[in-house]
């Protein structure tokens, strides 16, 4: 299979990037193939909802944005949690969510150095 690789920038994920960080966190639900997928109201679970729901105003936010000339095409962000709202891991290990738009994907952007 013949890879494509995009022109991308990262840089670090900015307060105006939530709303595509909600786009993201959409990308990054799983769904088996040949599945449908789920509908965007998913995001409103609190279970999905606390790893964007209010970006940055907790320490411990960080994310970095990936970019072609024109658009957001994915994110990698991490969040810390406390006791109340902790998810798979512990309160001292960050969480990571990842994504990137359906068509970016195998382009070899995940392969930059």
Not at 19 to 25: A, T, V
Request: with cysteine; aromatic share 8%; glycine share 10%.
């Amino acid at each position: 299979m013949e890879v494509h690789t995009v022109n991308v920038k990262i840089r670090a994920l900015v307060e105006r990037d939530i709303p595509f960080l909600w786009d993201m966190l959409y990308e990054s639900v799983f769904v088996p193939e040949g599945e449908k997928p789920f509908p965007r109201t998913i995001l409103n679970e609190p279970s999905l909802s606390k790893y964007v729901e209010d970006w940055g105003k907790q320490g411990g936010d960080i994310g970095l944005i990936a970019e072609n000339e024109q658009q957001a095409i994915g994110a990698i962000w991490l969040r810390l949690f406390d006791e109340t709202q902790k998810g798979c891991g512990d309160t001292e290990t960050p969480e990571i969510g990842i994504a990137i738009l359906k068509e970016f994907r195998s382009k070899g952007i995940g392969h930059r150095h």
